[in-house]
């Protein structure tokens, strides 16, 4: 039996926001901020307006939901202007183009300022555990004259007290109306415990905040923003996707840039000391408590399995913005050279995209994704190219800094 492909296509069953496509362009990638696409359509009714939410439809099958980023009317001679069979005046197709973002686009793009928080300006986060230190600070320059009571509480002005990157993940995401879902841990801020991402763009706070623990982020289709572990997500590999016929492909091989990932930072711990301080006779005086910071440094090396070269080539990550533990480390080395590792060697094949319409980046395993759907006159040409890893990590070894305690 032959295959024909694009035979089931049709203007009704391949459409955006309810218009049939002309010609669609998609891309997926786990590494984007958020998936990209631009498409043609008939659009007798008008345009969808910039800004609207639309879904696209491929072959009956939903390829999820859009933001109209830039709507342009088409009118031209040699592309619009046609006569229908059986009539004798001329009229323009009513072709539109868009240029679309992935659902959520408008939220995780918004900037922590004043316009878009109003009353919760500034964005101003402490740990619990500084804001702890930080009271009893406060509280002892009052008792002793230090300050007036006003200063005092002046010093809390607009703080967020969060007890997780996690939190502090939630509370960014709730400011836009982006949903989130955790599928990694996002550990507690560490000291300075001071976090204020005044004028960052809410994709960019998150992915940061996210890195404390060596997460990753990925907007998937139905705008629902994923915190996930890199490394635990595709560090066992994945199956081929399963084309219904494979047109084109490419097996790469790549001499690994870093055979080595070395994490160094301070790990940070806090001690509270209460003495009683003598005055006047009598056994007369006052508890004091003293705030004692001590640290630690922390080194922490990954390396990688089947090393090409007897040469280690080195990449050293300094962490200088909070306290870093050595699981910590080794989870951050772990990731960066996880991606290393797993994007030298990959596949990437192309073959017609019926069936393989729900092949998506986060649930599928696969690094990019994209879908080219163009009506030719007489019917619909439909492929898909995707590109995946073709191995699992295998480690080389830990080596920890033998001075930790």
Not at 203 to 210: D, G, L, R, S
Request: proline content about 4%; glycine content about 10%; overall charge neutral.
């Amino acid at each position: 039996m032959t295959l024909e492909f694009g035979k089931i296509l049709t203007g009704h069953n391949c459409t955006l926001g309810g218009q049939t496509i002309i010609s669609l362009s998609a891309t997926e990638d786990i590494e984007a901020d958020y998936a990209t696409a631009s498409a043609v359509c008939l659009a007798p009714g008008g345009h969808h307006a910039k800004g609207a939410t639309v879904q696209s439809i491929e072959g009956g099958v939903s390829t999820g939901w859009w933001e109209v980023e830039d709507p342009v009317t088409l009118r031209s001679g040699a592309r619009t202007w046609r006569r229908r069979a059986g009539e004798f005046s001329y009229a323009h197709l009513p072709l539109v183009s868009y240029r679309l973002r992935r659902k959520g686009y408008r939220q995780a793009r918004a900037t922590l300022s004043r316009h878009t928080l109003g009353s919760a300006w500034p964005p101003k986060f402490w740990s619990r555990d500084h804001y702890l230190q930080q009271e009893r600070i406060s509280n002892e320059a009052w008792m002793n004259g230090q300050q007036s009571w006003w200063d005092a509480q002046a010093t809390f002005e607009g703080v967020k007290v969060v007890g997780s990157g996690r939190e502090l993940i939630e509370t960014l995401c709730r400011w836009v109306g982006l949903p989130v879902s955790f599928d990694s841990s996002v550990g507690a801020i560490s000291p300075p415990a001071e976090y204020i991402p005044i004028g960052k763009a809410v994709i960019a706070a998150v992915k940061e905040v996210a890195a404390w623990g060596g997460a990753s982020v990925y907007l998937d289709r139905n705008g629902l923003l994923h915190v996930y572990d890199f490394a635990r997500k595709f560090g066992s590999g994945g199956a081929a996707p399963a084309l219904a016929a494979v047109l084109e492909e490419e097996q790469h091989d790549l001499l690994y840039p870093t055979t080595h990932v070395t994490v160094v930072g301070t790990a940070f711990y806090d001690e509270w000391k209460t003495d009683f301080v003598r005055q006047g006779g009598a056994g007369g005086g006052f508890f004091q408590t003293e705030f004692i910071r001590h640290a630690m440094a922390v080194e922490v090396t990954e390396s990688l399995a089947g090393i090409e070269s007897t040469r280690p080539v080195e990449e050293r990550i300094e962490i200088r913005e909070y306290s870093v533990v050595p699981s910590l480390a080794q989870r951050i080395a772990r990731e960066r050279l996880t991606r290393i590792a797993l994007q030298a060697g990959v596949r990437r094949v192309r073959g017609p995209a019926e069936g393989s319409q729900s092949l998506e980046p986060y649930k599928n395993h696969v690094f990019t994704v994209s879908r080219t759907l163009e009506w030719t006159g007489s019917s619909y040409r439909y492929e898909v190219d995707c590109t995946y890893p073709t191995s699992g990590m295998v480690w080389g070894g830990s080596v920890t800094d033998p001075n930790w305690r």
